[in-house]
């Protein structure tokens, strides 16, 4: 709910700021007053195209603030919070527009682009008139607005899971089969390349390996020369050998420890482990000398395998250490081409199973919304006469699309549609008159108030053309409709005024250096029976005037 708008240096308002409440709000003011400002500077607040324009004369910039009230549970709240924005009442819109044009956006103070301003906006306030663009004006949202008023919620939610149900399989599908074409696109590429790299059996860290034994193998000659020396410095035989050495220690070691009861046995054990690895390392020695029995051959080998490895990853464009991975993904690519058309008519028989589903589930939706568009037909239909709109017929065309054009709501497409006279409807928002245009809605909006999530709801010019007991009839069903949310009305009409529950008075009034400003103050008792009397009689209230504008308050009280 709209609770303060605060206006600065927007064309003839220098400084205004309101404060609003629940219920029935009308503003009333001689033509020219700057009613429509006070609309242009709130739907800059609610994100409308900036206007530099509308700056007032002499001022470098204009602001425009406007507080809201909102439920916590506010869809809003969430769409907040996706785009990492702190919330919290009062939400307050804030616009500023300079001289060149440009603006900015803050919601809390908080920058934001102008869309993002306008997208909130949208979900705040819903204008109707010659200023609305949005809202029921929009045909993308009567699908919806038909849905809530049918309740029929749940049945959308089905139609909705199974389309989505369908489509994910139909997504599927496609995949299998793109994953198929090529698979057999490319059958004999992919046997003959399994078929290579199978004989091969390259493993992963071969190369490496192999570039490691090839350099061993080139090598050969110094390297068995080297082991051979150090086998034969540690395995021939006399006393000065390493082993000889070991187990001379080991003797006398033995004597002395023998005389210190056994104090040097820790060294003897000590001994007896070198001399193990000793023997040990002889041993390996031995076998390493081993390796290189014909290193000529073996180096041809090697060589072959190296560098058909090599060639083998150039030609697969990848590193060798990938081939094995490469031959595990043909293969695969090979069992998919063996089952896949197996597979292949398992998914497109779900498939089809899931597009009936969807098509049961939106047919039976499209039976329910027909019933339903009869009915909201009927009940707008019985609001018309009383708004002098007698001549006029409202119908919700319910459009059977083609599969083709199939959507999570179904397969209708929803257009609220009127005639004022003899010629067939046509959509909605292309009715030229704006009052005839914002009664329509406010008889829409009668019969779909238990169903709009919108707190704030404007009416501009649903007055025009009109007057007398028409213009009753729109005054009580304003009211009605501001039961339980609120409604702000732009009013030329005493019969629409004397139904508000606020009523706002625009008006100029003379300001510094010549200037015309614009102001507004609430009225109340004998000021508001003023206004309306003047909004009967013009610019000389009489006596009979005022009595009638008593007489109008008292029966909008009734």
Wanted: glycine share 6%; net charge negative.
């Amino acid at each position: 709910m709209l609770t303060g708008l605060s206006i600065r240096n927007v064309v003839l308002i220098e400084k205004l700021d309101l404060t609003f409440e629940k219920g029935l709000c009308v503003f009333t003011g001689e033509t020219g007053a700057g009613k429509s400002i006070l609309l242009d500077a709130l739907s800059l607040a609610l994100g409308a195209r900036s206007d530099a324009g509308l700056i007032r004369y002499g001022a470098d910039q204009l602001s425009v603030s406007a507080a809201f009230m909102i439920n916590e549970t506010h869809p809003l709240f969430a769409l907040l919070k996706d785009q990492g924005l702190e919330a919290e009442n009062p939400l307050i819109l804030r616009r500023i527009v300079m001289k060149d044009g440009k603006s900015k956006a803050f919601v809390n103070d908080q920058l934001i682009s102008a869309s993002l301003l306008r997208q909130i906006g949208d979900m705040l306030v819903e204008i109707h008139g010659q200023f609305a663009s949005h809202g029921l004006l929009n045909p993308a949202t009567h699908i919806h607005v038909l849905d809530a008023y049918g309740e029929l919620q749940k049945d959308v939610d089905t139609c909705s899971t199974a389309y989505r149900a369908w489509k994910e399989k139909q997504a599927a599908v496609r995949e299998a089969e793109r994953i198929l074409a090529a698979a057999k696109a490319e059958e004999d590429y992919l046997r003959h390349a399994v078929k290579e790299l199978e004989t091969f059996a390259p493993e992963v860290g071969e190369e490496e390996a192999l570039s490691v034994r090839r350099t061993a193998l080139m090598n050969a000659e110094k390297i068995t020369e080297s082991l051979n020396n150090a086998y034969m410095t540690l395995s021939s035989g006399g006393s000065t050998t390493v082993e000889g050495m070991i187990r001379s220690a080991q003797r006398e070691l033995e004597k002395a420890s023998r005389l210190s009861d056994g104090s040097f046995d820790d060294l003897i054990t000590c001994l007896d482990q070198v001399s193990d690895s000793l023997n040990e390392a002889v041993e390996q020695l031995e076998a390493k000398s081993n390796d290189f029995e014909d290193p000529v051959l073996e180096l041809e080998q090697v060589e072959e395998r190296y560098f058909s490895l090599k060639e083998l990853a150039r030609k697969h464009r990848c590193d060798s250490d990938d081939l094995p991975g490469l031959l595990t993904t043909y293969q695969t690519q090979l069992a998919t081409l063996d089952k896949g058309e197996e597979e292949l008519i398992l998914l497109q028989k779900q498939q089809e199973e899931m597009r009936l589903a969807f098509l049961k589930a939106a047919q039976t939706l499209s039976v329910k919304r027909q019933k339903t568009a009869q009915r909201l037909d009927k009940a707008v239909g019985a609001e018309l006469p009383a708004l002098k709109l007698g001549k006029a017929h409202f119908q919700t065309v319910l459009e059977e699309l083609p599969e083709s054009e199939a959507s999570p709501n179904g397969l209708n497409r929803v257009t609220f549609c009127v005639s004022t006279n003899a010629a067939p409807p046509a959509p909605i928002h292309k009715i030229a008159s704006g009052g005839e245009l914002a009664r329509f809605m406010l008889a829409l909006k009668v019969n779909l108030a238990q169903t709009e999530k919108i707190d704030t709801m404007i009416f501009d010019e649903v007055d025009s053309g009109i007057g007398g007991a028409t213009a009753s009839a729109v005054g009580e069903r304003l009211r009605r409709l501001a039961e339980d949310r609120q409604v702000l009305v732009v009013t030329h009409s005493p019969q629409v005024a004397a139904f508000g529950t606020h009523h706002m008075n625009v008006s100029k009034t003379d300001g510094t250096n010549g200037a015309v400003l614009t102001t507004v103050i609430l009225l109340e008792n004998d000021s508001r029976t003023e206004e309306i009397a003047r909004m009967l009689s013009g610019a000389e209230i009489t006596a009979a005037a005022r009595k009638a504008a008593e007489t109008l308050l008292e029966k909008s009280c009734l």
